[in-house]
């Protein structure tokens, strides 16, 4: 698989670039202005229905070479423009001046404009668009309906793509992906996952997604370890619109909402709205998800400013199947749930509020300025069978002559947070050789975590709703970033970048005595980047990039831990290199990375100082890998989109600590060039489109991800399998005179019915003097389908 992929894209290139003199012919050049004749660097030049496309250099200059003749269609765009299209014949070389009209009124995209990647930003990213979205949004969570881009691998725990679901990109989990709204950092302030259970059915709401794979630009929030996703909820509609989806399909998976907007009301005001309610019962036993959620939005735009209040919340409650299924019941039993308790459910709402604005201070120079607000407040419950009541606080009961010291217990662990900040931006642009920005963020998140006891089969004296612990925790973000683009030459771009990030976090930790005592950690980061874009001719390109981040220790980390054994803060170092080419028919991107950690922490079995198997640093390990894109239209009807990626993932000295029941010490083993766990050293995703009639799209959707280990120890009695899934979608959509659009939508999943797990643990321990490991899985659905109606007015 590895090397035939590898054989495949190499060859579509160079037959690619063997046929380019057959037909290479024409030229069509030109300048971009605006109304008021100035240039307009940077703004894109595409030729419709082709990959075929450039940007305007400093001067406001484009050239597209090599164009067979016959007509064309070429779309002009520039952020603060209206697009501008013109229908030509080309029968000899054109040379063409187009001139951008001022948009009427300020669009949302100015204020993501900041922190996106653009041509010019040498680093590897995917634009995600609304329409692309559309196709698979029938009820599953946003990383499922990424799951076809680059280097990345969902994973389900129920099984079916709804409630808790996850990604990993090159490798690294949801904790190490910084993931922004509207700019607006969301990843959690303390465990810094990110939990898209609790935005149910929100891409409804995005009007685009951006995924940085790598340390990407700086931007607000965690640092990136392996990646930034950068959200963006609906953009203005000028005009009013009603939308309602519904759908269904396996495991009583279904979805209802309805949209609905009031374009643009006066040339000013605007409002969006959008009602959802999701279900699944899942593919593990007892796992379903209950979801409903609502956004809205009212905004003020005028032709220099715009303001924006965006109101969402998602309600959540799911059927734990956290558990797993153990390696012994894979083949007999895989969709078993180890919890049986009827209310084993984890319940939580989360209230979003975002004040977003931005101005124009004059043509070269705008302000973007954001406030916002989360509230999340919820519990999970689980039953615990014979649980030690002293560690509930509660004293042993003495009936008669017996002396109970242990009860079947019910018990609520709760979360309630405020979450708070503003983000903002400077963004100027010289229209010639010079854009800049300089922006940052501050936040601040309080946390009150706290545990109830709701019954108990034998109580004592306590109450209901005993609260057996409280652990209060607050921590404080803040950063200043400044990024730089200059073209030196009409071919070579470069640009600087450079972040300052100070944590502030006080929470309640164990002290050298071992007491559970209020303790703080302060930690300041420096993260430099820099690159160069080299244009090589009209069709293709180089770039190479560096770029540094930190990241911190997370609640756990600190909290079951001394200060004497609390890990430090990881470090990376990240190169990037890459060379892109664009034709008519075809286009290929490679881009390399170089990923060196320094103190990455990871799992080793190890109790620390306080009996905790706490996360240690380790000195050195690193990713290293190749990813290839690849889009082409094989003929007017069909087309491939296909990418890969081949990687290398090490921890160059490795010290696992295993548990050993028979003497109740540790033992300590050791390790040289292990894999990272959950690293597979090759992903691959395909998407083969056809489309016999106008309207109709049939899809063939494959998936590719290599052999991941379940630890650090590359242990083959610890590992996920390989596993190849192919789904086949069926799009129909047409528009009738009484709306704008319907569409049908047919989504067969893992068609071939592959048996397969995308998540796993592992504990290993030494027993009877042999090493023995617990495996844990978490199978995904085999063949299953969703179908569903779209309907716009």
Same mark, same amino acid.
């Given at each position: 698989?590895?090397?035939?992929?590898?054989?495949?894209?190499?060859?579509?290139?160079?037959?690619?670039?063997?046929?380019?003199?057959?037909?290479?012919?024409?030229?069509?050049?030109?300048?971009?202005?605006?109304?008021?004749?100035?240039?307009?660097?940077?703004?894109?030049?595409?030729?419709?229905?082709?990959?075929?496309?450039?940007?305007?250099?400093?001067?406001?200059?484009?050239?597209?070479?090599?164009?067979?003749?016959?007509?064309?269609?070429?779309?002009?765009?520039?952020?603060?423009?209206?697009?501008?299209?013109?229908?030509?014949?080309?029968?000899?070389?054109?040379?063409?001046?187009?001139?951008?009209?001022?948009?009427?009124?300020?669009?949302?995209?100015?204020?993501?404009?900041?922190?996106?990647?653009?041509?010019?930003?040498?680093?590897?990213?995917?634009?995600?668009?609304?329409?692309?979205?559309?196709?698979?949004?029938?009820?599953?969570?946003?990383?499922?309906?990424?799951?076809?881009?680059?280097?990345?691998?969902?994973?389900?725990?129920?099984?079916?793509?709804?409630?808790?679901?996850?990604?990993?990109?090159?490798?690294?989990?949801?904790?190490?992906?910084?993931?922004?709204?509207?700019?607006?950092?969301?990843?959690?302030?303390?465990?810094?996952?990110?939990?898209?259970?609790?935005?149910?059915?929100?891409?409804?709401?995005?009007?685009?997604?951006?995924?940085?794979?790598?340390?990407?630009?700086?931007?607000?929030?965690?640092?990136?370890?392996?990646?930034?996703?950068?959200?963006?909820?609906?953009?203005?509609?000028?005009?009013?619109?009603?939308?309602?989806?519904?759908?269904?399909?396996?495991?009583?998976?279904?979805?209802?909402?309805?949209?609905?907007?009031?374009?643009?009301?006066?040339?000013?005001?605007?409002?969006?709205?959008?009602?959802?309610?999701?279900?699944?019962?899942?593919?593990?036993?007892?796992?379903?998800?209950?979801?409903?959620?609502?956004?809205?939005?009212?905004?003020?735009?005028?032709?220099?400013?715009?303001?924006?209040?965006?109101?969402?919340?998602?309600?959540?409650?799911?059927?734990?199947?956290?558990?797993?299924?153990?390696?012994?019941?894979?083949?007999?039993?895989?969709?078993?749930?180890?919890?049986?308790?009827?209310?084993?459910?984890?319940?939580?709402?989360?209230?979003?509020?975002?004040?977003?604005?931005?101005?124009?201070?004059?043509?070269?120079?705008?302000?973007?300025?954001?406030?916002?607000?989360?509230?999340?407040?919820?519990?999970?419950?689980?039953?615990?069978?014979?649980?030690?009541?002293?560690?509930?606080?509660?004293?042993?009961?003495?009936?008669?002559?017996?002396?109970?010291?242990?009860?079947?217990?019910?018990?609520?662990?709760?979360?309630?947070?405020?979450?708070?900040?503003?983000?903002?931006?400077?963004?100027?642009?010289?229209?010639?050789?010079?854009?800049?920005?300089?922006?940052?963020?501050?936040?601040?998140?309080?946390?009150?975590?706290?545990?109830?006891?709701?019954?108990?089969?034998?109580?004592?004296?306590?109450?209901?709703?005993?609260?057996?612990?409280?652990?209060?925790?607050?921590?404080?973000?803040?950063?200043?970033?400044?990024?730089?683009?200059?073209?030196?030459?009409?071919?070579?771009?470069?640009?600087?970048?450079?972040?300052?990030?100070?944590?502030?976090?006080?929470?309640?930790?164990?002290?050298?005595?071992?007491?559970?005592?209020?303790?703080?950690?302060?930690?300041?980061?420096?993260?430099?980047?820099?690159?160069?874009?080299?244009?090589?001719?009209?069709?293709?390109?180089?770039?190479?990039?560096?770029?540094?981040?930190?990241?911190?220790?997370?609640?756990?980390?600190?909290?079951?831990?001394?200060?004497?054994?609390?890990?430090?803060?990881?470090?990376?170092?990240?190169?990037?290199?890459?060379?892109?080419?664009?034709?008519?028919?075809?286009?290929?991107?490679?881009?390399?990375?170089?990923?060196?950690?320094?103190?990455?922490?990871?799992?080793?079995?190890?109790?620390?100082?306080?009996?905790?198997?706490?996360?240690?640093?380790?000195?050195?390990?690193?990713?290293?890998?190749?990813?290839?894109?690849?889009?082409?239209?094989?003929?007017?009807?069909?087309?491939?989109?296909?990418?890969?990626?081949?990687?290398?993932?090490?921890?160059?000295? #490795? !010290?696992?600590? +295993?548990? $050993?029941?028979? =003497?109740?010490?540790? &033992?300590?083993?050791? @390790?040289?060039?292990?894999? %990272? /766990?959950?690293?597979?050293?090759?992903?691959?995703?395909?998407?083969?489109?056809?489309?016999?009639?106008?309207?109709?799209?049939?899809?063939?959707?494959?998936?590719?991800?290599?052999?991941?280990?379940?630890?650090?120890?590359?242990?083959?009695?610890?590992?996920?399998?390989?596993?190849?899934?192919?789904?086949?979608?069926?799009?129909?959509?047409?528009?009738?005179?009484?709306?704008?659009?319907?569409? #049908? !939508?047919?989504? +067969?999943? $893992?068609?071939? =019915?592959?048996?397969? &797990?995308?998540?796993? @643990?592992?504990?290993?321990? %030494? /027993?009877?003097?042999?090493?023995?490991?617990?495996?844990?899985?978490?199978?995904?659905?085999?063949?299953?389908?969703?179908?569903?109606?779209?309907?716009r007015f």
């Amino acid at each position: 698989m590895k090397k035939g992929t590898t054989y495949l894209f190499l060859l579509i290139a160079l037959l690619w670039q063997s046929t380019l003199p057959a037909w290479a012919q024409l030229t069509l050049s030109g300048t971009v202005n605006d109304a008021d004749g100035g240039t307009l660097p940077g703004a894109a030049v595409t030729l419709e229905g082709t990959y075929k496309g450039t940007f305007t250099d400093a001067s406001g200059t484009f050239r597209l070479d090599n164009l067979k003749p016959g007509p064309l269609t070429l779309r002009v765009s520039l952020l603060g423009y209206e697009p501008a299209t013109q229908a030509l014949t080309l029968n000899e070389n054109v040379t063409l001046s187009i001139a951008l009209k001022k948009s009427a009124v300020l669009v949302d995209e100015v204020v993501v404009s900041a922190t996106r990647a653009n041509q010019k930003s040498a680093i590897a990213y995917t634009d995600v668009s609304r329409r692309e979205l559309n196709k698979l949004n029938l009820g599953q969570d946003i990383p499922v309906l990424l799951n076809y881009t680059p280097s990345l691998v969902t994973t389900s725990d129920a099984g079916a793509g709804v409630g808790y679901t996850s990604f990993r990109i090159r490798g690294s989990d949801a904790t190490r992906i910084n993931v922004t709204l509207n700019g607006i950092p969301y990843n959690d302030a303390e465990s810094q996952g990110t939990f898209f259970v609790n935005l149910p059915d929100f891409a409804s709401s995005v009007s685009s997604i951006q995924i940085q794979r790598g340390v990407g630009t700086s931007t607000n929030g965690a640092g990136a370890f392996g990646a930034s996703v950068n959200i963006q909820t609906s953009s203005l509609e000028k005009q009013p619109y009603a939308e309602t989806s519904l759908s269904a399909g396996s495991f009583g998976t279904r979805k209802v909402n309805v949209l609905a907007g009031t374009g643009l009301l006066n040339n000013h005001f605007v409002v969006d709205a959008r009602l959802s309610k999701i279900y699944s019962d899942g593919y593990i036993d007892r796992s379903f998800s209950d979801l409903r959620s609502f956004y809205l939005s009212g905004g003020y735009y005028t032709n220099k400013s715009f303001f924006r209040l965006n109101v969402f919340s998602g309600q959540e409650q799911t059927y734990q199947s956290w558990g797993g299924v153990p390696e012994s019941l894979l083949k007999t039993n895989r969709t078993y749930n180890p919890y049986t308790y009827d209310n084993e459910t984890d319940n939580y709402q989360q209230d979003n509020y975002q004040f977003i604005t931005s101005h124009e201070l004059n043509r070269k120079l705008r302000l973007n300025a954001s406030l916002f607000y989360t509230k999340g407040k919820g519990y999970y419950e689980q039953f615990r069978t014979d649980d030690e009541l002293s560690n509930y606080g509660l004293q042993p009961i003495v009936i008669g002559d017996s002396t109970i010291r242990q009860s079947d217990i019910i018990r609520r662990l709760w979360l309630d947070n405020d979450y708070y900040g503003t983000v903002f931006s400077l963004d100027y642009n010289s229209f010639g050789k010079l854009t800049a920005n300089f922006g940052g963020g501050w936040n601040q998140y309080k946390g009150k975590h706290f545990g109830e006891i709701v019954w108990a089969r034998f109580a004592g004296s306590s109450n209901i709703r005993d609260r057996y612990y409280e652990d209060d925790a607050m921590k404080t973000d803040f950063n200043l970033y400044a990024k730089a683009f200059y073209q030196f030459t009409p071919k070579l771009n470069s640009y600087v970048d450079a972040q300052i990030r100070t944590v502030g976090y006080s929470f309640l930790g164990f002290n050298s005595q071992l007491q559970n005592v209020q303790q703080d950690a302060n930690l300041t980061f420096f993260n430099p980047k820099a690159g160069f874009t080299y244009t090589l001719n009209d069709r293709s390109s180089v770039y190479a990039s560096v770029g540094v981040a930190h990241r911190e220790p997370n609640r756990n980390d600190y909290t079951q831990s001394t200060p004497a054994s609390r890990p430090k803060a990881e470090r990376l170092l990240d190169y990037e290199a890459g060379y892109k080419v664009q034709a008519e028919r075809l286009a290929f991107t490679a881009n390399a990375y170089y990923m060196n950690y320094q103190n990455q922490l990871v799992l080793t079995g190890q109790l620390n100082d306080v009996g905790a198997y706490n996360r240690v640093n380790i000195p050195n390990s690193y990713r290293a890998g190749i990813e290839l894109e690849l889009g082409a239209r094989l003929t007017s009807q069909l087309r491939w989109n296909a990418n890969a990626t081949f990687s290398r993932n090490k921890i160059k000295n #490795f !010290t696992e600590y +295993l548990d $050993n029941f028979d =003497n109740g010490q540790q &033992e300590a083993r050791s @390790y040289q060039e292990t894999d %990272i /766990s959950f690293s597979p050293n090759v992903i691959a995703g395909s998407q083969l489109l056809y489309t016999p009639v106008k309207g109709l799209e049939v899809g063939l959707l494959s998936k590719y991800v290599g052999k991941q280990y379940l630890d650090n120890t590359s242990n083959e009695r610890r590992k996920l399998d390989p596993y190849f899934v192919n789904d086949i979608r069926i799009i129909y959509a047409f528009k009738p005179k009484f709306a704008q659009e319907i569409a #049908f !939508t047919l989504l +067969l999943n $893992n068609v071939l =019915n592959e048996l397969y &797990e995308s998540n796993g @643990y592992t504990y290993a321990y %030494i /027993s009877e003097g042999r090493v023995t490991a617990d495996n844990g899985y978490y199978p995904q659905a085999g063949r299953n389908f969703l179908a569903g109606v779209r309907v716009r007015f």
